[in-house]
T-cell receptor, first 115, second 109 residues
Framework: DTEVTQTPKHLVMGMTNKKSLKCEQHMGHRAMYWYKQKAKKPPELMFV???????INESVPSRFSPECPNSSLLNLHLHALQPEDSALYLC??????????????FGSGTRLTVV | GESVGLHLPTLSVQEGDNSIINCAYSNSASDYFIWYKQESGKGPQFIIDIRSNMDKRQGQRVTVLLNKTVKHLSLQIAATQPGDSAVYFCAENLNKLVFGAGTILRVKS
């Protein structure tokens, strides 16, 4: 299995809702990442997990809460989001955080719309 | 290429021609660079990478050139095909992967 799987593919949520994005990989990768991508912009790093521990938080607002239950799973819990948080949320993984061949493997993303 | 306002730079090429996509990176200490291709509705897909101790690397139909003196990276695609149409991002690694602005490649048949 050489894929990163993200669910759901599309999500519409109200500003008072609580929802979660899920990401799964079975490549034995020990580093996992959340990126946010707005239309016509490059992906922007949000969080980095290394060996199930949070190692980078790029000053992301607390309404985004990441969780890494085990080495294969990464969640992003969403609460009280704003319309400007609407974006494509990408999950990625890599063998570990050291520089390595092949870069990161990305999932297809969750298209989030906040109404 | 650099983004201008809300618009990504666009490169239009005829099918069969060679394409050259350029990227200026920001940090002279970056030691690893990657080119990604992103098609509509998909996540970025790895194309080719290069370490900072190299200045050229070739793959199948693609070549990456690195000029550290001017912090410039380019991606050359030989015999461009309609399936190459996508947004192309360079990314530099310095403890974390940071993406450049991106370039839209349109292939005319």
């Amino acid at each position: 299995d050489t894929e990163v799987t993200q669910t759901p593919k599309h999500l519409v949520m109200g500003m008072t809702n609580k929802k979660s994005l899920k990401c799964e990989q079975h490549m034995g990768h020990r580093a996992m990442y959340w990126y946010k991508q707005k239309a016509k912009k490059p992906p922007e790093l949000m969080f980095v997990y290394s060996y199930e521990k949070l190692s980078i938080n790029e000053s992301v607002p607390s309404r985004f809460s990441p969780e890494c239950p085990n080495s294969s799973l990464l969640n992003l819990h969403l609460h009280a989001l704003q319309p400007e948080d609407s974006a494509l949320y990408l999950c990625a993984s890599s063998q570990d955080r050291r520089v390595g061949a092949g870069g990161y493997t990305f999932g297809s993303g969750t298209r989030l719309t906040v109404v | 290429g650099e983004s201008v306002g809300l618009h990504l730079p666009t490169l239009s090429v005829q099918e069969g021609d060679n394409s050259i996509i350029n990227c200026a990176y920001s940090n002279s200490a970056s030691d690893y660079f990657i080119w990604y291709k992103q098609e509509s509705g998909k996540g970025p897909q790895f194309i080719i990478d290069i370490r900072s101790n190299m200045d050229k690397r070739q793959g199948q139909r693609v070549t990456v050139l690195l000029n550290k003196t001017v912090k410039h990276l380019s991606l050359q695609i030989a015999a461009t095909q309609p399936g190459d149409s996508a947004v192309y991002f360079c990314a530099e690694n310095l403890n974390k992967l940071v993406f450049g602005a991106g370039t839209i490649l349109r292939v005319k048949s």
